[in-house]
T-cell receptor
Framework: RKEVEQDPGPFNVPEGATVAFNCTYS??????FFWYRQDCRKEPKLLMS???SGNEDGRFTAQLNRASQYISLLIRDSKLSDSATYLC????????FGKGTRLHILP | GAGVSQSPSNKVTEKGKDVELRCDPI?????LYWYRQSLGQGLEFLIY????????KSGLPSDRFSAERTGGSVSTLTIQRTQQEDSAVYLC???????????FGQGTRLTVV
């Protein structure tokens, strides 16, 4: 089983809709979780950390479910500028990336 | 500087030449990482440093690749006798400690012709 698994998509979503991604991980000892976004031909950029209690940053909500070993990202009222690849990331000594989920917001 | 800085931003080299890529991490960050990404592909781990030591070199593709970090700051990734399959974007990231948020530089786009 891969360390981090994500649905590669693409998710084609109309502007204004709500979209959610999940990511599953195999190492139950993983402690730190993050979502990054990567635009085409750009470096990954930190979107938000993911905490056990769940956390929200504007239109973005991240959740961690340790029992089922998955994290999720919810984007509300999606904007055209949200179009990107969203990377699920675990931290131990290395930075462990999922392959990413591609999101296209349609006008 | 405020962020991770990589140089050069672009490098075109002839097959068989050596190249050196540089990464300046965020000041005070003890952990430094090198990844590479081919067009349309995911991120491939190369090596990471904690301070000046490299506990995990498992991602280096061959013995043509080496990296060092001095003074707990700047790191260089050296590729000897470059091959066309080395063409990729080489990304550097740093974090304050091993489990905290990591921040990426803009990468070096290497093209081997």
């Amino acid at each position: 089983r891969k360390e981090v698994e994500q649905d590669p998509g693409p998710f084609n979503v109309p502007e204004g809709a709500t979209v959610a991604f999940n990511c599953t991980y195999s190492n139950s000892a993983s402690q730190s979780f993050f979502w990054y976004r990567q635009d085409c031909r750009k470096e990954p950029k930190l979107l938000m950390s993911v905490y056990s209690s769940g956390n929200e940053d504007g239109r973005f909500t991240a959740q961690l479910n340790r029992a089922s070993q998955y994290i999720s990202l919810l984007i509300r009222d999606s904007k055209l500028s949200d179009s990107a690849t969203y990377l699920c990331v675990l931290r131990d000594d290395k930075i462990i990336f999922g392959k990413g989920t591609r999101l296209h917001i349609l006008p | 500087g405020a962020g991770v800085s990589q140089s050069p931003s672009n490098k075109v080299t002839e097959k068989g030449k050596d190249v050196e890529l540089r990464c300046d991490p965020i000041s005070g960050h003890t952990a430094l990482y090198w990844y590479r990404q081919s067009l349309g592909q995911g991120l491939e781990f190369l090596i990471y440093f904690q301070g000046n030591s490299a506990p995990d070199k498992s991602g280096l593709p061959s013995d043509r690749f080496s990296a060092e970090r001095t003074g707990g700051s700047v790191s260089t990734l050296t590729i000897q006798r470059t091959q066309q399959e080395d063409s990729a974007v080489y990304l550097c990231a740093s974090s304050q400690t091993a489990n905290t948020e990591a921040f990426f530089g803009q990468g070096t786009r290497l093209t081997v012709v």
